[in-house]
């Protein structure tokens, strides 16, 4: 049963973001995709192609009936009733301290091995040599989303699945010690005036992406990004 949710992560770790969003849908549809069995997820169109996948998600969906897409979009952003997207906000935090995080980028032995016959190869140097990647960072002791949707599936799919948000939490960064999902009195307007929707060219301040995956081309359009 729908209705609308309270989201918090209560984190351990500063997390790697760009401050684009980091909308729930996003972190629902990844933990999605891990809930899939192996084979299913091998079934699956790889993400190279000009299409992704949607998954059903456990959230309501918003419809922008007025709504353009740019020249080249795809016409599979839009269903019978709009340009759609999903009940959920933009990650909401008071964001204490801002930083840079380093990460060592490796030198890539193994390709090196494949791609010549070479003897040796100097990696304290020149192209081959180890350099450190910066990423930005972000703190806030609570990260919260509001949504509309089934709280129990979405209860258990964070709390099955997602060990940290943003980037690189296999290094220990963005990591979330405790996933609580509420009931909360909040309308649709509440949550479209948070998150990133479509709509026509002159009301855009953006072309973005407006549901899972954020990173794949096929997911722009005109959009507006929420300024609260």
């Known amino acids: 049963m729908s209705e609308p949710i309270h989201i918090t992560a209560r984190m351990t770790e500063p997390v790697i973001s ?19 069995e192996e084979e299913e997820r091998r079934a699956l169109p790889p993400i190279t192609e000009a299409w992704a996948l949607d998954f059903g998600l456990p959230l309501d969906k918003w419809h922008a009936p007025e709504a353009e897409l740019p020249p080249g979009a795809d016409e599979r952003l839009r269903d019978a009733s709009g340009v759609w997207g999903w009940m959920a906000t933009r990650a909401l935090a008071d964001w204490t301290r801002r930083s840079v995080h380093e990460i060592r980028k490796r030198v890539p032995i193994e390709e090196m091995i494949q791609l010549t016959e070479a003897k040796s190869v100097t990696v304290g140097q020149g192209p081959g040599k180890a350099y450190d990647l910066k990423f930005p960072t972000v703190w806030a002791p609570e990260v919260s989303w509001f949504a509309i949707g089934d709280a129990n599936e979405v209860r ?6 997602v060990i940290g948000i943003g ?10 010690a405790e996933w609580s999902v509420k009931p909360a009195n ?20 953006i072309i973005g992406a407006i549901r899972p995956p954020y990173s794949h081309n096929s997911r722009h359009t005109w959009a507006r990004e929420p300024e609260k």
């Open 186 to 205: 909040v309308d649709p307007t509440f949550i479209l005036d948070r998150r990133r929707v479509a709509c026509r060219e002159n009301e855009a301040n």
């Open 156 to 161: 258990r799919l964070l709390a099955t699945h």
């Open 167 to 176: 980037k690189h939490v296999s290094k220990g960064l963005g990591r979330v």
């Open 18 to 36: 760009y401050e684009d969003g980091m909308h729930l849908d996003g972190i629902l549809a990844w933990a999605m995709y891990l809930d899939l």
